[in-house]
């Protein structure tokens, strides 16, 4: 059973836009704060940002001023916004619950190389 469901990776130059997307169920949306995680070739899963169900947000300090996290409440999607892409932002990127998450989904690649 498909929970979660990741989109809107590519391949972009450095300082390029992207926005990703992340459809979750009724059951795993519902009442939670939402996050975006990535994880890039050889490291660890990391937190990047996440936003709560009232719309508090958070960010880690490598997607402060660049990423923007929203979610529409009534599409059960939560969304990142990506900007002034830099190679290090390469990862696959996944959504989850910040509590208790669910299993994880298959992610979408972000890819910025020149």
């Known amino acids: 059973q498909v929970q979660l469901v990741e989109s809107g990776g590519g391949l972009v130059q450095p300082g390029g836009s992207l926005r990703l997307s992340c459809a979750a169920s009724?059951?795993?949306?519902?009442?939670?704060?939402m996050g975006w995680y990535r994880q890039a070739p050889g490291k660890q899963r990391e937190y990047v940002a996440h936003i709560t169900s009232g719309g508090s947000t958070n960010y880690a300090d490598s997607a402060k001023g660049r990423f923007t996290i929203s979610r529409d409440n009534a599409k059960n999607t939560v969304y990142l916004q990506m900007n002034s892409l830099k190679p290090e932002d390469t990862a696959v990127y996944y959504c989850?619950?910040?509590?208790?998450?669910?299993?994880w989904g298959q992610g979408t690649q972000v890819t910025v190389s020149s």
């Open positions: 989850n619950k910040i509590i208790h998450p669910n299993s």
């Open positions: 009724r059951s795993i949306f519902s009442s939670n704060a």
